[in-house]
């Protein structure tokens, strides 16, 4: 690391609070390291008061760019100059590029998404999916999905605080693409259970099976799985989920957590900072050498 830090090194940053535990400075710097580029990232501890200054450090330091997460990811959106049409639709920026000053938001949790299901050799263009959740995965997720040609999109979530985000999702999807989203209650279990029935891929974006709901999954009858369509969940930790569980006692075929998409949300920032394609392969082997 040492060796890489010179005079010429370009700084990349991100923000949030809490951070400290984040796999992106390793992700990144190591990407950095493989590819031989002059460039550092770094974590900062930055809350909602602290967000105006950071975001001018940006332009004053000169730096490339920064990622954003939790507290800051909708309270960005004034300080930037502009927004890329799925940051726009999502109202929600997790990855921040300074082009001569000029600061534009994008979100690439939705395409991290996308690339994970395309890495695998699938293609969920013109199909339908079900989603459950629709906070701030759930929705880059939909977005993501019904620009990118998905057909229809079946949204539940639980009638708590994010439900009138869904309303909003469900909406924005029906406006501004072709996509045919519904919204659904997660209460209506035979709704639920006939939606994925119907369905090339449910997606699993509300963390139930993360820690402290690692127990839990929203599907727990094998039979609600026909053995060819892809269920995903977002969770990464644990690597395999309940939910995950399920899926493989049903003899589905395409299981996935969401280690592809935490991967490649990564790698779509490092494009936008650097024009290089991130080492992703590397990257996975060196972080989750574990796994293999
Ligand atoms: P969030 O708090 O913004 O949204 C949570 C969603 O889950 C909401 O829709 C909420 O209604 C629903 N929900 C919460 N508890 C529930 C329960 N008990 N039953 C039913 N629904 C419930 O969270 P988020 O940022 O969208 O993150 C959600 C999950 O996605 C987390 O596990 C997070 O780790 C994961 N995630 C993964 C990646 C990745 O790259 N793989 C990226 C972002 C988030």
Not at 144 to 156: K, M, R, T, W, Y
């Given at each position: 690391m040492t060796e890489r830090i010179d005079g010429h090194t370009i700084l990349i940053g991100l923000m949030a609070?809490?951070?400290?535990?984040?796999?992106?400075?390793?992700?990144?710097?190591?990407?950095?390291?493989?590819?031989?580029?002059?460039?550092?990232?770094?974590?900062?501890?930055?809350?909602?008061?602290?967000?105006?200054?950071?975001?001018?450090?940006?332009?004053?330091?000169?730096?490339?760019?920064?990622?954003v997460s939790m507290p800051n990811k909708q309270k960005i959106i004034p300080y930037l100059d502009k927004l890329d049409p799925a940051a726009k639709l999502c109202g929600a920026v997790n990855t921040v590029v300074n082009d001569d000053g000029i600061l534009t938001g994008y979100t690439t949790d939705g395409t991290?998404?996308?690339?994970?299901?395309?890495?695998?050799?699938?293609?969920?263009?013109?199909?339908?999916?079900?989603?459950?959740?629709?906070?701030?995965a759930g929705t880059a997720i939909a977005i993501?999905?019904?620009?990118?040609?998905?057909?229809?999109?079946?949204?539940?979530n639980?009638?708590?605080?994010?439900?009138?985000?869904?309303?909003?999702?469900?909406?924005?999807?029906?406006?501004?693409?072709?996509?045919?989203a519904t919204l659904h209650t997660l209460e209506d279990q035979e709704d639920f259970k006939s939606e994925i029935a119907d369905s090339a891929i449910y997606c699993d974006s509300t963390g139930v099976g993360m820690k402290p709901l690692e127990d839990e999954t929203l599907v727990t009858d094998p039979s609600w799985f026909r053995k060819d369509i892809i269920v995903y969940d977002t969770v990464y930790a644990?690597?395999?989920?309940?939910?995950?569980?399920?899926?493989?006692?049903?003899?589905?075929?395409h299981v996935f957590n969401g280690l592809g998409m935490?991967?490649?949300?990564?790698?779509?920032?490092?494009?936008?900072?650097?024009?290089?394609s991130m080492p992703v392969e590397y990257i996975r082997e060196l972080l989750f050498k574990e796994d293999k």
């Open positions: 609070y809490p951070i400290r535990h984040s796999m992106s400075p390793t992700m990144h710097n190591n990407a950095f390291a493989k590819l031989g580029l002059n460039y550092a990232y770094l974590a900062f501890d930055i809350t909602n008061d602290k967000l105006s200054d950071a975001v001018k450090a940006i332009r004053t330091l000169d730096m490339r760019g920064s990622n991290g998404f996308m690339k994970s299901l395309e890495d695998e050799g699938l293609d969920i263009r013109g199909k339908k999916m079900t989603l459950s959740g629709a906070g701030g993501q999905a019904a620009l990118d040609g998905v057909a229809e999109i079946s949204i539940f639980a009638k708590d605080k994010v439900w009138d985000n869904a309303k909003r999702n469900v909406d924005i999807i029906n406006e501004k693409t072709s996509c045919k644990p690597r395999t989920t309940k939910l995950m569980e399920v899926a493989q006692k049903a003899g589905v075929a935490m991967l490649e949300q990564g790698a779509e920032a490092f494009k936008l900072w650097t024009g290089k």
